[in-house]
């Protein structure tokens, strides 16, 4: 069968420009109550030189940040000038290995450097780290910005020895204690977990708890509730021998072990123990949505995949070329890991498919709460193509879509003393194929009426995650 381009393939080209730009035009009305950014990562490009990443996740990390004031909106967008970026740029071609692509080519490349040097092309999400902006990846190497210019500052450096070499660009944040809470991955034996807990205001990891493990579990995201941390380790474990000598792509080095079954580790915030673990049948994902305790269970939502071949259908080949095949969303489930039983089981709530979840996280995460918000897929082979809202205690769902259009993550913006939970906006960057530009999507999250359509002259490449900075807020939260 002839291969067919992907209509969304824009979305994986480059963005060209860099710059700043006021008074963009607006289509319809920006809420006068929305002042703050939305200050966004994700690849800028796919190239470089003459070479190309393989993998959406690979791409050079630029920030892009949509600003609001009195109606009005500004646009900024800069590359993020990381070491990985910075060696790019000046030997002209691909320089650390990334997720889904190696720069280790030769034999003599891997024995002369047999621990691939990790990235710090910072290209998933926006975080805190103490009281400074970082642009992070899943190595622990996060990089300062300045959220007004958007210019790269430094690496943030930690004060402390917590060990480990992987991380998630997804920390929790815990507004009670005013601390962040995130985890390492020790590659090195005897492997272990290491979960550590970080106030605000620091530059110091505090570990909280180490789990050893025997082959570490290729994990995106955690979840946290009032009183624990929870781990799901899919069945996507590392071969150490293969990250060292076969000079693979990091994430090719991990192996699918389907009959391993899913192990969820729930793990007390207190004393770092484990004090219960629960499996289920094997399934793979990226992204947690919320978890909350209940009686004598924890209910852990996330977005599930029967298998790890998700990974593979987002290398820029299949995306490109065989759009059929390529899987831009997975399924809201819900899990009951029950505290006195050993198998987890779940329920589906939603048929839309989803992916890139966010809820009202300042009000809901670790609470029972209503309303998920996230990008979905209405037909095989269109990527991600709608926005959804699901009403999860009533199984229902609001699509929002537009033809030749492709949304990304859908974030939420309470509104100032808001009462209800999806009283806001939700943001959206979405890219128009047909018109060759990305525009920003301002959704009503109460009614899912569109209020604006704020556009560029250009288009942005696909990007991942962004927090939206409220600069009248009491403290600097972000909205996660
Ligand atoms: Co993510």
Redo the contacts with the bound molecule.
């Keep these: 069968m002839k291969n067919s381009i992907a209509p969304y393939q824009l979305g994986f080209s480059a963005t060209h420009q860099e710059g700043e730009f006021d008074g963009l035009p607006v289509q319809g009305t920006i809420p006068q109550w929305l002042r703050g950014s939305l200050i966004r990562t994700g690849p800028g490009t796919l190239e470089v030189g003459k070479q190309s990443y393989h993998h959406w996740f690979d791409g050079l990390a630029m920030l892009r940040k949509f600003s609001f004031e009195n109606g009005k909106v500004s646009f900024a967008n800069r590359f993020l000038e990381s070491q990985a970026y910075q060696e790019a740029k000046a030997k002209g071609k691909i320089s650390r290995g990334e997720f889904g692509t190696t720069a280790r080519h030769s034999l003599w490349e891997r024995l002369s450097d047999p621990l691939p040097r990790l990235t710090d092309n910072a290209t998933?999400?926006i975080t805190m780290q103490g009281d400074r902006v970082a642009s992070v990846t899943e190595s622990p190497f996060p990089i300062v910005f300045d959220p007004e210019t958007l210019r790269t500052i430094e690496q943030f450096s930690y004060h402390d020895r917590v060990p480990g070499q992987i991380t998630t660009?997804?920390p929790h944040y815990d507004f009670k204690e005013d601390a962040l809470y995130s985890y390492l991955t020790n590659l090195v034996p005897t492997c272990s977990y290491s979960l550590y807990r970080m106030n605000l205001h620091s530059n110091q990891r505090e570990l909280v708890g180490s789990i050893p493990v025997k082959r570490p579990a290729y994990m995106?995201?955690f979840a946290m509730t009032e009183h624990y941390i929870v781990l799901v380790e899919f069945p996507l474990l590392l071969n150490r021998l293969s990250l060292m000598l076969s000079g693979k792509p990091y994430i090719e080095n991990y192996e699918w072990k389907p009959e391993q079954g899913t192990r969820f580790l729930v793990i007390s915030k207190d004393e770092g123990k484990v004090v219960h673990a629960a499996k289920s049948e094997a399934f793979f994902g990226?992204?947690h949505v919320n978890a909350f305790e209940q009686e004598d269970e924890i209910v852990v939502d996330l977005i599930a995949y029967s298998n790890s071949s998700v990974i593979q259908s987002l290398y820029l080949e299949t995306l490109l070329h065989h759009p059929m095949q390529a899987i831009g969303a997975g399924e809201l489930r819900r899990y009951h890991v029950s505290l006195n039983q050993s198998i987890a089981e779940y329920e589906v709530l939603t048929s839309e498919p989803l992916e890139l979840p966010r809820i009202n996280y300042q009000r809901c995460n670790t609470h029972s709460y209503q309303f998920a918000y996230g990008v979905g897929n209405s037909r095989p082979g269109n990527f991600i193509d709608q926005l959804v809202k699901v009403d999860v205690q009533n199984k229902t769902t609001e699509i929002w879509r537009s033809l030749d259009c492709y949304p990304g993550e859908p974030v939420f913006v309470a509104a100032p003393n808001a009462t209800l939970e999806d009283e806001g906006v939700v943001l959206s960057v979405v890219l128009n194929a047909q018109k060759e530009n990305s525009f920003l999507l301002v959704l009503d999250a109460q009614s899912w009426r569109e209020l604006a359509r704020v556009q560029l002259s250009y288009h942005l490449t696909f990007d991942?995650?962004g927090q939206y900075f409220d600069p009248t807020a009491s403290t600097q939260h972000l909205h996660r």
């Design positions: 998933v999400n660009a997804h995106h995201t990226f992204h991942f995650h």
